[in-house]
């Protein structure tokens, strides 16, 4: 936890010195940002305590013991493994109640009192509002691989909040300088009750950038899984792509079984006599397969997200190599 708190603070020490945040903002943010470190760091936590206990019984000659008396490796493991479900289930339970709450908070301190932007975004990237002057912009989906808004609608107001015009825009994409807009189509609503149809030919009403925007959309880890899966349904049922959201979808499934995972790979190791129990042996074998691990789910998260592996696959690739090794190394100890 201190680990992703200190990377969390030297990442963005920057911004938080140039907007001039108090202390307490700062001890605010990232005290709402511990439960989310939790969540990270369950099934490291796992593994460690997996390879310490057992090395220490190992070292103490207590393994020996068991094993003369006929108890196999699998079995001596057994309540490890049970107890890693029980973990598993906690890990769910943690992110599902606790992690999206105070994640969100966090977000919202470092967007509002921080970067001084207003929460806009409803769901992530989709049904973003913006207030621009004299009018108001509701724009369907911002798809952030491509930088592509979708389904902008831009409602122009009178003073008395009546309706004036709107513009349609089927989709615009940032080209580095500024928005380029396809099939934009003006409605205005002239004084005599009709309505005017025309093309429309200036630039977008609204100077935000894509930065700007992924600032206003929430992170994944601000949804819980369920939240998430009926975001993704009212996104197809609109035909939006939902490619990227259903990665994340299985991610928030996949995380809580890090934990089993982790024992299955630690206890063959914490075993092995030429580690002895010995803190140090033990310490650099769970960097070395937490590490692995984490590597691993980034870079099949990254060709998730950017279409070159499904959802499912991209989000269990990491934990379907790593149980088969584990698996291997488990079944193979005697």
Same mark, same amino acid.
Request: aromatic share 16%; net charge neutral.
């Given at each position: 936890m201190a680990l992703f708190t200190i990377v969390?603070?030297?990442?963005r020490i920057g911004t938080f010195l140039d907007a001039g945040v108090p202390i307490s903002?700062?001890?605010?943010?990232?005290?709402?940002?511990?439960?989310?470190?939790?969540?990270? *760091?369950?099934?490291?936590?796992?593994?460690?305590s997996t390879l310490f206990t057992l090395g220490t019984l190992t070292r103490t000659q207590e393994i020996t013991a068991m094993r003369s008396n006929g108890l196999r490796v699998q079995r001596i493991a057994l309540p490890i493994l049970l107890l890693s479900l029980l973990i598993c289930i906690f890990a769910f339970t943690w992110n599902e109640g606790v992690v999206p709450v105070f994640t969100h908070r966090a977000e919202t301190i470092y967007k509002t009192e921080v970067r001084k932007k207003r929460q806009q975004s409803l769901y992530g990237t989709r049904d973003i509002w913006i207030r621009g002057q004299g009018s108001f912009i509701n724009i369907d989906n911002f798809d *952030?691989?491509?930088?592509?808004?979708? =389904?902008?609608?831009?409602?122009?107001?009178?003073?008395?909040?009546?309706?004036?015009?709107?513009? $349609?825009?089927?989709?615009?994409?940032?080209?580095?300088?500024?928005?380029?807009?396809? &099939?934009?189509?003006?409605?205005?609503?002239?004084?005599? =009750?009709?309505?005017?149809? $025309?093309?429309?030919?200036?630039?977008?009403?609204?100077?935000?950038?894509? &930065?700007?925007?992924?600032?206003?959309?929430?992170?994944? $880890?601000?949804?819980?899984?369920? $939240?998430?899966?009926?975001?993704?349904?009212?996104?197809?049922?609109? =035909?939006i792509d939902t490619s990227s959201y259903e990665v994340d979808l299985q991610i928030k499934l996949a995380i809580p079984f890090v934990s089993p995972l982790m024992v299955l790979l630690a206890v063959p190791f914490a075993l092995r006599k030429q580690f002895g129990g010995s803190i140090a042996p033990s310490f650099g074998i769970a960097m070395a397969i937490g590490f692995g691990y984490f590597i691993l789910s980034a870079f099949c998260i990254s060709l998730g997200h950017s279409g070159a592996l499904p959802p499912v696959v991209s989000g269990w690739l990491a934990n379907a190599i790593f149980a088969l090794i584990g698996l291997y190394f488990f079944t193979a100890e005697e």
């Open positions: 969390e603070f030297f990442d903002t700062l001890l605010r943010y990232f005290s709402y940002k511990i439960p989310l470190s939790i969540s990270r *760091v369950v099934g490291f936590a796992t593994l460690f *952030v691989p491509t930088n592509t808004l979708k =389904g902008i609608t831009v409602f122009f107001l009178n003073r008395d909040f009546s309706l004036r015009g709107l513009i $349609e825009i089927s989709s615009a994409q940032w080209n580095g300088r500024g928005w380029e807009k396809k &099939d934009a189509t003006e409605w205005i609503f002239l004084p005599d =009750g009709k309505i005017l149809k $025309e093309a429309f030919q200036k630039p977008l009403p609204f100077s935000e950038t894509p &930065d700007d925007l992924r600032l206003l959309a929430r992170d994944p $880890e601000e949804f819980s899984y369920f $939240e998430l899966e009926k975001q993704i349904s009212e996104m197809r049922s609109k =035909g």
